[in-house]
């Protein structure tokens, strides 16, 4: 996944976050466009779990990224 520059949603990898339209944009075709989507708190470490630190993790299906507090949050969208 793609982290977004406002610290508060993300997109599918390759492609690019367009803040000011709210939307994912593809590099290639920029008409091409998905909705970007918001970030989901973390929580504890457990082995099967993708690791953002070693105090915090997200499930396996999402990608860490940082929010504006500093803090972690989750990327519901895999790597």
Same mark, same amino acid.
Request: aromatic content about 6%.
């Given at each position: 996944?793609?982290?977004?520059?406002?610290?508060?949603?993300c997109c #599918?990898?390759?492609t @690019?976050c367009?803040v000011?339209?709210?939307?994912?944009d593809d590099p &290639?075709?920029?008409?091409? +466009?998905v909705?970007?989507?918001?970030?989901v #708190?973390?929580?504890a @470490?457990?082995?099967?779990?993708q690791?953002?630190d070693e105090?915090? &993790?997200c499930?396996?299906? +999402?990608t860490?990224?940082r929010l504006?507090?500093?803090?972690?949050?989750c990327c519901?969208l895999?790597q």
């Amino acid at each position: 996944a793609v982290c977004c520059e406002d610290h508060i949603h993300c997109c #599918p990898q390759d492609t @690019v976050c367009n803040v000011a339209a709210g939307s994912c944009d593809d590099p &290639a075709d920029l008409s091409v +466009s998905v909705p970007w989507v918001a970030k989901v #708190p973390t929580f504890a @470490v457990a082995p099967s779990n993708q690791k953002c630190d070693e105090t915090y &993790a997200c499930p396996d299906s +999402s990608t860490c990224c940082r929010l504006s507090s500093g803090k972690w949050g989750c990327c519901p969208l895999p790597q």
